[in-house]
């Protein structure tokens, strides 16, 4: 078997290791070896040079949607289309991305999509929600792409069937985060009033109605709401009454049986040994920390902890009380590291700051997410952390929080799957080439 050889300085995804000359050796999908750089090959060995860039592992990414045809988002809405299933995986491939775990939670391993698709160097995976109140919850606020067999769907079914984790226990649309913002308050205010509106104005109008904890606390008056709705040219358009009906009841229908479905995906994470994310916000951070304690061989993840329902003092604090639990830190692009249309980078760095992160991924964003390549470029140039930990992030760490879906990958060491990415050296969301399962499927930053 002809050998594929990979020359160039790498990062191995352990979070320590930096071989500034090096040659990865791979033959069929597998890595055989990493050795110092070796300029001669054998006849038939194909080789790239990979000098003046850097070498990476495949990121793993364990937080996404929009990747599988089935039920869409914990809200089990209707599918995307094939189109924009087909868009969202090669962004994340070209992105570097050669695992992704499709954490919707309510669609089934056969919706992953490949008989309607084709096959896709993209490795895809999914989670499972399939709880009682957790199905309950997709119903009241969706639940458009839900069919008899997702209803009927158990967790043990689903495992036995191929998916990877549990979750994502609740979700922007069924606890109030940022689905709301972008997608269902807006639509229910144009409803209403024929104006399109901002999701960082429906933001506002959520949090000065609900609070940012949904509780009600710190909650505007109806003076407060008026001065809101005049000051973003809706005084004329809806009452402050009007206001504070259509987001308690856009929002607050599916919360409690999505708070009860945190519940229950942590008792199953502890039968079942499986690692489970949690969706990781204002709302649900004390049941989340809670649920750490009551059920402590749970291997409970806390998803997108640098969510913007939380001020960044908050995040930190979050993190710290669910970390000393034992709970897996993970925090996601987001829109906000490059787009910044609905948000910022305060959140991430502050964590990333203080050495809170363990894993990285990117959620969905309304599908305006940035790339895991351009957050972990970004805390190298701050200085936030070394750029072999910031790497780990989405590769070595990955494997340790999820190996049923990762741990034979996320490092370029030998006998591990040759997921491997090369980036230019100054600027690592720069992907040049993807090679994924040993093949070279992104050659010049273009699909092969």
Same mark, same amino acid.
């Given at each position: 078997m002809d050998t594929l050889i990979v020359n160039g300085s790498l990062i191995t995804g352990d979070g320590i290791t930096f071989l500034e000359k090096?040659?990865?050796?791979?033959?069929? /999908?597998?890595?055989?070896?990493?050795?110092?750089?070796?300029? %001669?090959?054998? #006849?038939?060995?194909?080789?790239?040079?990979? $000098? @003046?860039?850097?070498?990476l592992p495949g990121m793993v990414n364990a937080h996404a949607h929009g990747c599988i045809v089935g039920p869409s988002m914990p809200s089990g809405s209707l599918p995307l289309s094939t189109e924009d299933v087909s868009y969202q995986r090669n962004r994340h491939l070209l992105s570097g991305t050669t695992t992704l775990?499709?954490?919707?939670?309510?669609?089934?391993?056969?919706?992953?999509?490949?008989?309607?698709?084709?096959?896709?160097?993209?490795?895809?995976?999914?989670?499972?929600?399939?709880?009682?109140?957790?199905?309950a919850a997709a119903g009241i606020s969706d639940g458009a792409g839900l069919s008899?067999?997702?209803?009927?769907? /158990?967790?043990?079914?689903?495992?036995?069937?191929?998916?990877? %984790?549990?979750? #994502?226990?609740?979700?922007?649309?069924?606890? $109030? @985060?940022g689905a709301q913002d972008y997608r269902y308050l807006p639509l229910a205010i144009e409803k209403v009033t024929g104006v399109a509106i901002h999701p960082k104005i429906a933001r506002q109008f959520k949090e000065a109605v609900l609070g940012r904890r949904l509780d009600g606390a710190a909650a505007a008056s109806d003076d407060e709401l008026e001065g809101l709705l005049d000051r973003h040219a809706l005084d004329g358009h809806l009452t402050a009454e009007q206001l504070r009906r259509i987001v308690v009841e856009t929002v607050m229908p599916p919360v409690h049986l999505a708070m009860r479905g945190l519940a229950e995906i942590a008792a199953q994470s502890e039968r079942v040994g499986m690692a489970a994310i949690f969706h990781n916000a204002a709302p649900t951070a004390a049941t989340i920390v809670q649920l750490a #304690?009551?059920?402590?061989?749970?291997?409970?993840?806390?998803?997108?902890?640098?969510?913007?329902?939380?001020?960044?003092?908050?995040?930190?604090?979050?993190?710290t009380l669910l970390k000393d639990r034992g709970v897996t830190i993970d925090v996601s692009t987001?829109?906000?590291?490059?787009?910044?249309?609905?948000?910022?980078?305060?959140?991430?760095?502050?964590?990333?700051?203080?050495?809170?992160?363990?894993?990285?991924?990117?959620?969905?964003?309304?599908?305006?997410?940035d790339t895991?390549?351009?957050?972990?470029?970004?805390?190298?140039?701050?200085?936030?952390?070394?750029?072999?930990?910031?790497?780990?992030?989405?590769?070595?760490?990955?494997?340790?929080?999820?190996?049923?879906?990762?741990?034979?990958?996320?490092?370029?060491?030998?006998?591990?799957?040759?997921?491997?990415?090369?980036?230019?050296?100054?600027?690592?969301?720069?992907?040049?080439?993807?090679?994924?399962?040993g093949r070279l499927v992104v050659k010049d930053a273009r699909i092969v």
């Open positions: 090096a040659s990865v050796r791979i033959r069929g /999908t597998m890595i055989v070896d990493v050795t110092p750089y070796q300029e %001669a090959s054998n #006849e038939g060995d194909r080789i790239i040079d990979a $000098g @003046g860039s850097v070498v775990l499709n954490v919707c939670g309510l669609a089934t391993p056969d919706e992953i999509g490949s008989g309607v698709l084709g096959p896709h160097a993209l490795d895809i995976h999914v989670s499972t929600a399939h709880t009682p109140s957790s199905l008899a067999q997702h209803l009927a769907a /158990t967790i043990d079914d689903m495992l036995a069937r191929g998916a990877k %984790a549990l979750g #994502e226990a609740g979700g922007g649309q069924t606890l $109030g @985060g #304690e009551t059920y402590p061989r749970a291997r409970m993840i806390a998803g997108h902890s640098n969510h913007p329902m939380f001020l960044p003092e908050e995040a930190v604090t979050t993190a987001l829109d906000c590291i490059a787009t910044r249309w609905r948000n910022g980078p305060e959140n991430l760095d502050h964590l990333a700051t203080e050495g809170l992160i363990d894993t990285l991924s990117t959620d969905y964003a309304g599908g305006d997410w895991i390549l351009s957050a972990i470029q970004r805390m190298i140039a701050k200085k936030q952390m070394p750029a072999p930990r910031a790497v780990a992030l989405a590769a070595g760490n990955v494997a340790k929080a999820i190996p049923e879906l990762a741990g034979d990958r996320g490092l370029i060491e030998r006998n591990k799957q040759a997921d491997i990415i090369i980036c230019d050296a100054h600027n690592f969301a720069r992907v040049r080439h993807v090679i994924a399962k």
